[in-house]
């Protein structure tokens, strides 16, 4: 059954890469997804220029002038639903979302955290992961609720931990991971594949306590 491209908005703080992905996969036409809209709240984001060279609407919403951080997602919700999205994405949104804003958009709120949850919620995962000694990492795709990295997780991928890894070595395969597990997850809701309900995952009709954890082969092959 062929749908009408999803209404989509992403949500951006920085460098935009995983935005970039976004944009390649609906460019190249892997993503039924329309991107109405790029929002930051820094205005030196390079995300914002990834968005304007693709003709994708950019805007700024930065914290000052609003006292409060409810004050500030007010605003920002409302420039959300004014693109009306079927998806909202959080690609290096770098703010804590408050309850209300993630309440108005609970389930059609995503975000993808650089662990595999529910190791690492919170920042510093690589840094983290190494002091614990792991052999393996990765990132998740989520489902965002008010509990800071604690939604139902869509799909995983896993990178092996070697001897040598520093931090950044190691953000940086996770980091190639993100670039095609994101897209991935971002189709599976445009199907119609993917879904939360009750706060748990949905995934083809059937309740998923377990996600998907793929290979970078295998994420290709998806999309």
Request: glycine share 8%; aromatic share 6%.
């Amino acid at each position: 059954m062929n749908r009408d491209p999803m209404p989509v908005v992403v949500l951006i703080s920085g460098n935009g890469s995983n935005l970039q992905a976004l944009i390649d996969g609906q460019l190249g036409g892997s993503l039924p997804i329309d991107i109405r809209a790029v929002i930051s709240n820094r205005a030196d984001a390079y995300g914002l220029e990834r968005a304007r060279r693709a003709g994708i609407g950019a805007e700024v919403l930065e914290y000052r002038g609003y006292e409060t951080r409810e004050a500030y997602d007010a605003a920002l919700l409302a420039r959300v639903r004014a693109h009306e999205p079927g998806l909202v994405v959080l690609a290096g949104f770098m703010r804590i979302l408050s309850p209300a804003f993630v309440g108005a958009l609970e389930g059609r709120l995503i975000n993808i955290h650089p662990s595999l949850l529910p190791e690492f919620r919170g920042l510093h995962t690589h840094e983290r992961a190494l002091e614990a000694g792991v052999t393996e990492h990765g990132c998740s795709v989520h489902f965002v609720i008010p509990e800071l990295d604690a939604g139902p997780v869509i799909v995983q991928a896993r990178v092996p931990v070697y001897p040598d890894d520093t931090a950044e070595t190691l953000a940086k395969r996770v980091q190639a991971q993100e670039h095609r597990i994101y897209p991935l997850a971002v189709r599976w809701i445009a199907e119609g594949r993917a879904r939360m309900r009750d706060r748990e995952l949905v995934f083809d009709g059937q309740p998923r306590a377990t996600p998907p954890a793929i290979t970078a082969e295998d994420a290709l092959a998806a999309l």
